[in-house]
Structure formats: C-alpha cells, structure tokens
C-alpha cells in the first residue's frame, strides 16, 4: 500500500487560516521573509482583537529568553478573549539553553488550548534535525510551515496581481524579465513594483520603466560584466567592477557571483551541445527563471566550450586567492578579469 505523502505545512497553516480553526503549535521558516510575514500578520489579525492586543500578543526574542517567561507567557489566560498568541523569534528548538533541558519538552507536549505559539525564523536559519527527541515531538505536535521563494509561474501571478492593483498591466515576458532584474526576494519587487508602475505613464508597464528606475541584483549585473567581456569591451568591465564595489560588494563577493556565472554559461554550453532538456538545464544552472536560461543560452551560444573551460580554471584560481592571498584584492580581480577578456581574443 502506497505510503500517503503528508501535506504541506505552509498549506496547512492557509487552509487553518480559512477555516479559522488555528492549532496550537506552528513554526514559520524559509527563505521567503515576505511570506512568513504576510502569513504572521494573518494569524494576529485571526486570533488578536487589537484593543487586548497588551494581554493576548506576546512577543518573545529568542536570545535571553529565559525558561520562566516562555512558560508565563504560555500559562497565562487570555483576557476578554477566547485565544491568546505568543510569538517567539528566532530560538534554537534543537540546540535550546541548558535552562530549558527538559521542561521544553514538557512544555510544548502539554500545551493549552487557548494558546497558539508560533516559533517564527526570521535571521537564525531553521533546519528541522530528524534525529532528536524534539523533532518526534514537534512532528506530532507542530504545524511546520516553510515559505520557500515562488517558482516563477506563481511569482508572475503574484506580480501581475500586485501591478493591477496599482491600477496598471504588465504581460508575462515583462514579468520575467523583471525577476532575471530583480530577484526572486518578494519583498525587494514589492519595492521595484511600486518603482516602475510610478515611473510608467501608459497603462501598462514596459521594460524601459523597469531599466530607468529599478535596482539590478548582483547576478543581472554579472550578466553585463561577462558580455562586456566577451564584447571586448574590458574598459567597460572594469566600470562595472568600479560600481559594484561602490555598492559596498567585496571583491570576494563579485567575484564569487562571476564564477558562478561563469560555470552556469558553462552548464548551458554543454547542456546545447547535448541537446538536452530545458528542465535539465534549469536544474543545472539552478534557477527555474524562463527569462534567465533564455539569455544564458544565448549567451552560451556565443562563446566557445575551450574559453570557458579555461575561464572556468582562471576564476578557481583567483576565487582562492582572493580568500586566502593578502595581495590587493582589487588588483587580482581586475587581472583576473584581463586574463578571462585576453584568452577569449585568442580562441576560435
């Protein structure tokens, strides 16, 4: 008999919120800090009457949270409502202080009914340990509820409802083009959104709006540095180097982002002469971005398998010693860049 899969337990968390049937233990985590917000202020909007709010929303940080005041927190009645919520930020379930040996357990076994107690991760990363006492007891008690970043077809959706209800359009292409710009981060385009749809004076937003006023992340500007290179155009290069560490990016940094695009050019080259898969290319490059495999492919198109086998070894090298060489780090990254430009002028 084929092992039923359990659902999901962001899914869950929506579907409880529906209902309005909230349980008693979740715990909010990923990457997606947009989401876990979002999803944070649907649960006080459910469960908090604002004018109680001093007595049934308790706000924890996990650092110096001591045994005591998690438990009172817990323990004591909601007034003038049926449900009281504690949230708790960024507390080590696994790896708790010593103080809270045993009596967390104990705590999060037995908890009361008109408790809902949310473990929230906002900078301390959560991964569930399947091995432990505590995760057996979560797993039994808990709503885990991971916010990942939106695939892209779901992220376009979202798009194109946040641009309407600015009272203007944007078709799909545009839409991809915008997160290849922009990221994926929900709460960066929630910015760049408003940004374009304030620059566009037609109905609808077009690219220009998007390159006139919106932030490029790191990997979109990557783009610019290789095809200059590639164009030949090493002044060029070397600008866009000069701005990015304006921008306060170390070297280090820039230069980790320029390897990895390297090697995803690489992955597409090999992936064209293997006439393989659109799905096994995105799984390659690791992104699911339409617009970005789109522009890596052509990209890839455009130089040969020798250059970039050797552009590959080039950025090893320099990604080294740029970690552990105390020589001036911009000076390796710009020799690293003229040696990649130099070797592409003389292959064929």
């Known amino acids: 008999m084929a092992v039923k899969k ?3 337990g962001a899914n869950i968390l929506k579907k409880d919120l529906q209902s309005g049937n909230l349980q008693q233990l979740y715990i909010i985590y990923g990457d997606e800090d947009y989401l876990k917000s979002y999803y944070l202020h ?5 469960l908090v009457d604002e004018a109680f709010a001093e007595f049934n929303l308790i706000q924890l940080e ?3 949270l001591l045994p005591e005041n998690l438990t009172e927190a817990v323990e004591s009645c909601p007034a003038f409502a049926e449900r009281k919520l504690v949230v708790v930020t960024d507390f080590d379930l ?13 705590l999060l076994s037995d908890l009361p009914e008109y408790i809902c107690l949310v473990f929230y991760y906002d900078i301390l990363p959560f991964k569930p340990d399947k091995r432990t006492k505590m995760h057996t007891l979560l797993d039994k008690t808990a709503c885990f509820a991971e916010f990942s970043h939106l695939g892209e077809r779901d992220l376009v959706a979202w798009i194109r409802r946040r641009v309407r209800a600015l009272g203007k359009d944007i078709d799909q292409d545009t839409c991809a083009y915008l997160i290849f710009l922009c990221g994926t981060s929900m709460t960066n385009l929630v910015t760049e959104i408003e940004k374009a749809a304030a620059h566009c004076t037609l109905d609808e937003i077009k690219r220009y709006n998007i390159d006139t006023v919106c932030t490029r992340v790191l990997d979109a500007v990557i783009f610019d540095l290789t095809d200059a290179i590639t164009a030949r155009w090493f002044d060029k290069a070397i600008a866009i180097t000069g701005d990015l560490l304006a921008q306060k990016n170390t070297e280090v940094m820039i230069f980790s982002a320029i390897l990895r695009h390297i090697q995803r050019l690489y992955a ?9 898969s659109s799905k096994e290319l995105y799984a390659m490059i690791g992104s699911s971005s339409s617009f970005y495999a789109r522009k890596l492919t052509e990209a890839a198109q455009g130089v040969s398998l020798d250059w970039l086998r050797e552009a590959v070894r ?7 010693a740029l970690k552990s060489s105390p020589a001036d780090k911009k000076k390796l990254l710009e020799l690293a860049l003229l040696e990649i430009a ?3 002028e003389g292959i064929t």
């Open 342 to 344: 130099s070797n592409f």
């Open 94 to 106: 696994y790896k708790p202080p010593a103080a809270f040996q045993g009596m967390l357990a104990e």
């Open 42 to 46: 649907e649960i006080e909007t459910a």
């Open 6 to 8: 359990k659902p999901e």
């Open 62 to 64: 996990g650092k110096g």
């Open 314 to 320: 080039i950025c090893a090298a320099t990604d080294s």
């Open 268 to 276: 597409a080259k090999l992936s064209q002469q293997s006439h393989g």
